[in-house]
């Protein structure tokens, strides 16, 4: 195997232009909620699943729930706050980058049933503080992933820091029907 020179300047300079342009971004924080999800064409392995949402160490999941006929249904929300930098180009601002991994699980075997990438900030919209669109999403392994993505502008307090969320980033929150009757459980 030949091993490859790196141009470290070329990498420093690059890591430098990304640093500055964040310092120029203006971030706006927006709760996102995922509800109404399914899935379908998980094949006939699997007795039971879970739905998962995942960006870097930070991890949301739904409750496990039956799979019949190669369909899964979960009847929850998953919510978090989110922070979107938007930056000036080309007369407007633009939203960066903000990708999540959406996975499908076997509850028994916590084996990847499918995965797909999606990227909040086609979501995350100025033009009105709530958005709400049926997305439908192919994984690597042919899952069909249904689900219902709401987006809300955080409000700003007087004191410009965001009003308190009723999620925060960290929760894990999927109602449930005991929720849904008053009794809210507690993390997994």
Known sequence: MEARKVDKPKVALKKLKHAASRLTAQPLKFRVTLSELTAENLGSGAKKAFFSWIRGGKELA???????DGKCEW???????????????EG???????AYSLKVKDSRTNK??????VDLNSYCKLESQFNRAF????????????FVISTELVDEGSDGEPSPSPVDSD?????SAAEEQGSLRGDK
């Open 62 to 68: 739904s409750d496990h729930a039956d799979v019949e």
């Open 75 to 89: 009847p929850c929300e998953l919510s978090q706050v989110v922070t979107i930098y938007f930056q000036v180009g």
């Open 92 to 98: 407007n601002l633009k939203a960066t980058r903000k």
């Open 112 to 117: 990847t049933l499918g995965k797909v990438k």
């Open 135 to 146: 997305v439908e999403l192919k994984t690597t392994s042919r899952v069909n992933l249904f």
């Open 171 to 175: 929760s894990r929150r999927c109602m």
